[in-house]
């Protein structure tokens, strides 16, 4: 919806009712991503695309029976059936496209949304997309620290709410399957998550092979992950295939440029794995003083403290040298390199929704928390 939302909010300020098909699900080689959207306006005009070009007509002319109807529809188009080459998907993908109308009476809080995407904050937007009747085409919109909208009960949007918030702070855009009340492991409904969001930041500094284990747990979690060394013999994409990009930079030099540019937020975590004072107290003296989720930084205690006593010495505060997370990671025991990186992805998970660290099994109170951040 990004791509056409101006489109859309002009529409909607006017008081007109649009059809709109959205990409909910892909397989295979298809075309465009989950998320991509098309409108059909009032006059008949077209806007963005769900397929490149393959399904658009079909698409079109679903959008106009259901702006008349007021009936959403959940259409699959591919490649296994013998319209494929009447609605013109040869690419061999399949995609499931939603068609809806979208109005001020049906979305009322799409101003909101677009106010929420212009300032480039957090947002998701949850659709029933399949079940019954009475629930199909309800809307929830989820920041990380409100809601509004409903899904049809406040059982369902507690539990939506909070998984929507972790697929967003990932900023994955996915199906979700609940029960009626939200059940997860039920599958009445079929939601689609559409999160505004662009992927948080994972920036692994020292290619070593502990930071090839940590990026590829960080792509595995969602995030976007860079991994940064000055050594261009080491800092190779062939040697950290999961990585997103290799950088050949001093690290502090990097961190900073990415601060200066814009690309670091709250939501970036920072693992640094050179244990290497000549890198890693520059660059931690950067890190411990920029707006991000979490820093940690991997060293025996010896190292540690000696650490601690060159950072005190370049100036850091007791409050800034207390956002230090070192030794990196939970305590699970690990030894090898993957074992290691599971440790940190833990540590970082519980930062960021609130755990305790401890086994669920020797606690009470509520599994899943909804942290500030």
Known sequence: M?????DLVGWWQAGETVGMG???????????????????????TAVGSVSGGCVEGAVYEEA????????????????????????GLTCGGILDVFVESVSRESFPELGEVAESVGRHEP???????????????????????????TLGSQRLDDAVADDARGMLA??????????????????????????FAP????????????????????????????????????????????????????????LQGELDGGRIDERTVLCVLTHDPK?????????????????????????????????????LTADELGRLSSPIGLDLGARTPEETAVSIAAEIIQGRWGGSGRRLAAIDGPIHRTADR
Request: hydrophobic residues 45%; proline residues 6%.
């Open 2 to 6: 990004r791509d056409v939302l101006d």
């Open 22 to 44: 959205t990409v909910v699900g892909t397989w295979r080689s298809a075309p465009r991503p989950a998320g991509a959207s098309m409108l059909v306006g009032p006059d008949g």
């Open 64 to 87: 106009k029976d259901v702006v008349e109807t007021g009936e959403p529809t959940l259409r699959r188009y591919g490649v296994s059936d013998d319209d494929a080459f009447a609605v």
């Open 123 to 149: 947002v998701a937007v949850v659709t029933v997309v399949a079940g019954p009747d009475d629930r199909l085409g309800r809307r929830l919109v989820v920041w990380p620290d409100r809601a509004a909208g």
């Open 170 to 195: 990932a900023g994955r855009t996915a199906l979700l399957h609940v029960g009626h009340d939200g059940e997860r492991r039920g599958d009445d409904l079929t939601l689609f998550v559409n999160s």
């Open 199 to 254: 992927a948080a930041r994972m920036v692994v500094f020292g290619a070593i092979d502990f930071a090839a284990a940590v990026a590829r747990v960080g792509a595995f979690l969602g995030y976007r992950v860079t991994v940064c060394d000055a050594r261009p013999v080491f800092a190779t994409p062939k040697r950290f295939p999961e990585a997103h990009e290799v950088v050949v930079e001093w690290p502090h030099r990097y």
């Open 279 to 315: 890198f890693d107290v520059p660059l931690l003296e950067v890190a411990l003083r920029a707006p991000v989720a979490y820093v940690g930084a991997m060293g025996s205690r010896r190292t540690h403290d000696e650490r601690l006593d060159r950072l005190r010495e370049a100036g």
